[in-house]
């Protein structure tokens, strides 16, 4: 899992893709007809990309950041404000957006301050309100010693093997609450992953080939435990670490060392932006293409969500430069 970590300034080639392919995967999981297994409207598609091929996204974009935001030394509050500047005005940009375009998702004003607070103007931004809460703690985490995140991370595992063991006793019951609970989530725990790749491990560096090819096999014995659907809420939580591990390891393979294609470094730069706007701009098209088939319609609404972002992304560094569109769109 350890991987060696870019100089100061430098990209890692492996990061733009996994960033890349896990920004593309959250559109194709909102290009899904919304319905979930064993209920009216489920389709294979659902099942094969929404649900099952894609899922490794939001736990990626988790460990790019665990990953990017360790540094080796102590990190103060300047670190964690510069950070939260560059997710935040944003964020907050694009909610006002989403409310004013659809306002019965918050009617009255103390509804909006809840859903601005909370993550909540779309209930995707939840990833924006376990991030920005994941950045409070930096000046903690950069303080803890590698075997200490480590063991955090087998607590992590532990609490979420419990959960599934004994979901009426530990699940909050309330989808606000589970998706922004770090535990319950494994937020925290893909986080720290990130984080102690970045970390020249010494003795972990000496097992990193043997992890790489471990979790490789990983990626293969996940697969049909991802695709069993079937495996009730939250089994399949836990069924999501190895497999989001294995395609995190694998981009390592496959493309480190590698150059990066234009398309995917514009992926990469553009894919907070991409994450904020793509579903304001699939949303128009799902009720005319709620007749064709399942597959087509996937199809087109993933083209336009990515597509359509980084149009947007392009419009505004070319109207407000691009340090404007960086920090008030993520573009």
Known sequence: MTIAAAPAGQRHSAIDWVKALAIVSVVMTHSGSGAFPRTPGYTVWDALFAHTLASFHVPCLFMVSGYLYRKPYALGWRAVAAR??????????????????????????????????????????????????????????????????????????????????????????????????????????????????????????????????????????????CVALGSPYPTILLA????????????????????????????????????????????????PLQSWPAGARMAVLVVAGVAGSLLLGAMLRKIAGPRVARRLFGF
């Not at 294609?261 to 009720?287: C, K, M, T």
Request: glycine residues 4%.
């Open 240 to 287: 999501k670490v190895p497999y989001a591990a294995a395609v995190w390891t694998l981009a390592w393979f496959l493309f480190e060392s590698k150059p990066v294609p234009a398309a995917v470094r514009r992926l990469s730069d553009a894919s907070y932006g991409v994450f904020l706007y793509h579903y304001l701009i699939q949303e128009p098209l799902r009720g």
């Open 84 to 225: 939260l500047e560059r997710i935040v005005p944003a964020y907050l940009v694009a909610s006002v957006v989403v409310l004013i375009l659809m306002p019965w998702r918050a009617p009255t004003w103390s509804a909006a301050v809840v859903a601005l607070l909370g993550g909540d103007a779309l209930s995707i931004y939840y990833y924006v309100f376990l991030l920005a809460l994941f950045v409070a703690t930096l000046p903690l985490l950069s303080r803890l010693s590698l075997r200490t995140m480590q063991a955090t991370v087998w607590g992590l595992l532990a609490a979420l093997v419990a959960i599934c063991a004994l979901p009426p006793l530990v699940l909050s019951h309330d989808i606000f609450w589970s998706l922004r609970n770090p535990v319950e989530s494994f937020a925290l725990g893909y986080f720290l992953l990130g984080w102690i790749a970045a970390a020249p491990a010494g003795a972990l560096t000496r097992w990193s080939a043997r992890l790489r090819l471990g979790l490789t096999v990983v990626a293969a014995a996940a697969w049909p435990v």
